[in-house]
């Protein structure tokens, strides 16, 4: 998201007006709401001589007299179902013509799935969000899902004429994760931050160092937090690539950057080329986790725990720290006592206190459109994620969602910027008071092959033996990158 120049002003306004910036649930939506005004057909990039019709809304060019029903496959996760509620009401209410027929499902991508081998156009949901088994590339690559690229020039609704590209917030088209081959497959509708969370009376009481800013100084941090009996970093063993919220490959980045040889990494990183897993930044960054698992710095039976169990270590205190994302303070609300102090903190890789600390951000939850539903309500689909983009929506997904807007003018009012969750001011606060790079880990080229998915698995199920201390990485990395290069050759 952007370089350290680019968030320092924003995150410095944050800081004076409470901060503020920048997947969800099971039922059926409401029909009453709010809607937001918006310009001329010319405006919003509409058909062109479409605008003088009376039978079509001045705002997009579309039929005011065609009923159209948008079938919505929703995946429910940590951001609740508020948001996506109140987006469809206000576009209900201003759209009266379109309707919406919503399953929401924590396991949303396995109806999908469901739905993709029947084959069925008819009965395939028009838009749908969330995580696909097997993911979006051979989707994409059968052209079942509609690219979305254009978008990124559509007017805003409610911003008197700016773009999307114009008003989104830095780093945000970098950080969009719904790509392949570098075409966009969905706008993305909020931010997201990640790193280590925690609890800062817990650090306040023991005095430990809440932003250490070398890596020995984490490491002395790790020392004096288990010297005290408590975890110090938990992550769920069940989805173990959780890890990557915390040393990720944006920490890869940072030690590039340290060694002089970020551009040729990220190069070789953004386009899944060899050396992956062997490159000397990825060694270094796996033996050092491997250093910290010999010590016993993450939890024994980390390979039962459930993302929310490991956050609930962290709540408890039986952890001081959790790998995670900003949206863990909406995902765990049930759980957070009233008093509950929220931190935040980025692992530094360097041994030189002034060095940049890299964070992985993510723009997602957006809408995938199916490719063979009629062009009438795959425009119309269009037109909704352009409207998830309006202040007021953005504003529920920051209160409600408990995720980073993703419109730069959204601290402009400070009442709305107050709306911001906890969690997410915390990273900020860190953000304010440290030099700070927010970056995806999005690849702009992907491998479909099964070899890359065999990889990954090796990466995942080898994880727990690390952080565990019981295997070394290296032949773990020789085997994923054997198969990397396979899927390299398959490619070709």
């Known amino acids: 998201m952007g370089t350290t120049n680019a968030i320092k002003p924003l995150v410095a306004l944050l800081a004076c007006s409470a901060l503020a910036l920048s997947a969800a649930a099971c039922g059926g939506s409401s029909e009453s709401g709010s809607g937001a005004s918006g310009g001329t057909s010319s405006d919003t990039g509409a058909p062109a001589g479409t605008a003088a019709k009376s039978s079509v809304y001045p705002e997009n060019g579309l039929p005011t007299d065609q009923k159209v029903t948008l079938k919505f496959g929703f995946f429910e996760g940590g951001m609740g179902r508020e948001y996506i509620d109140y987006a469809m009401d206000t576009f209900k209410k201003k759209f009266p013509n379109v309707s919406f027929e919503v399953v929401y499902s924590p396991k949303i991508g396995d109806i999908i799935n469901a739905k993709i081998s029947a084959n069925n156009n008819d009965d395939m949901f028009d838009l749908f969000n969330g995580s696909i088994p097997g993911g979006i ?5 059968a052209g079942k899902l509609e690219p979305q690229d254009d978008l990124w020039d559509r007017k805003l609704y409610d911003n008197n004429g700016k773009t999307l590209k114009e008003m989104a917030l830095a780093g945000t088209i970098e950080a969009s994760t719904a790509r392949v081959a570098g075409k966009l497959y969905a706008l993305p509708v909020s931010g997201s931050g990640s790193g280590l969370f925690f609890n800062k009376k817990v650090f306040e009481k023991n005095g430990w160092n809440q932003n250490p800013k070398t890596w020995n100084e984490f490491v002395k941090l790790l020392e004096d937090i288990k010297a005290k009996g408590v975890i110090p970093i938990t992550y769920p063993g069940i989805y173990p690539n959780y890890i990557e919220h915390a040393f990720g490959p944006v920490k890869m980045f940072e030690l590039a950057e340290m060694r002089g040889n970020l551009s040729s990494f990220m190069d070789n990183f953004r386009n899944s080329r060899l050396p992956m897993h062997l490159a000397p930044e990825s060694v270094e960054l796996w033996n050092r986790i491997y250093d910290l698992g010999k010590r016993g710095f993450f939890p024994s039976g980390v390979a039962a725990l459930t993302h929310t169990q490991s956050q609930m270590q962290m709540i408890q205190g039986q952890a001081a720290m959790v790998s995670t994302g900003v949206y863990v303070e909406n995902e765990m609300k049930a759980a957070i006592p009233p008093d509950f102090e929220w931190g935040y903190m980025s692992v530094p890789m360097s041994d030189k ?112 033996e690390i952080t565990s201390g019981n295997k070394e990485p290296l032949p773990i990395l020789q085997e994923a990158e054997k198969l990397v290069g396979k899927a390299i050759e398959a490619k070709k």
Request: proline share 4%; no cysteine; aromatic share 10%.
């Open 137 to 141: 590339a051979p989707l994409v690559t």
């Open 353 to 464: 206190p002034d060095s940049t600390r890299w964070i992985r951000s993510t723009a997602a939850n957006g809408h995938y459109i199916w490719a063979g539903k009629s062009d009438l309500n795959k425009k119309w689909v269009k037109e909704f994620n352009v409207w998830m983009w309006n202040l007021d929506v953005q504003e529920v997904i920051a209160e409600k969602g408990g995720q980073l807007p993703v419109r730069k003018d959204f601290s402009d009012n400070k009442a709305r910027a107050d709306k911001l969750q906890k969690a997410p001011k915390a990273m900020y606060e860190f953000m304010n008071a440290n030099k700070t790079r927010m970056e995806s880990a999005n690849r702009d080229q992907t491998l479909t092959d099964p070899s890359f998915t065999q990889a990954m698995k090796v990466i995942n199920e080898g994880t727990i």
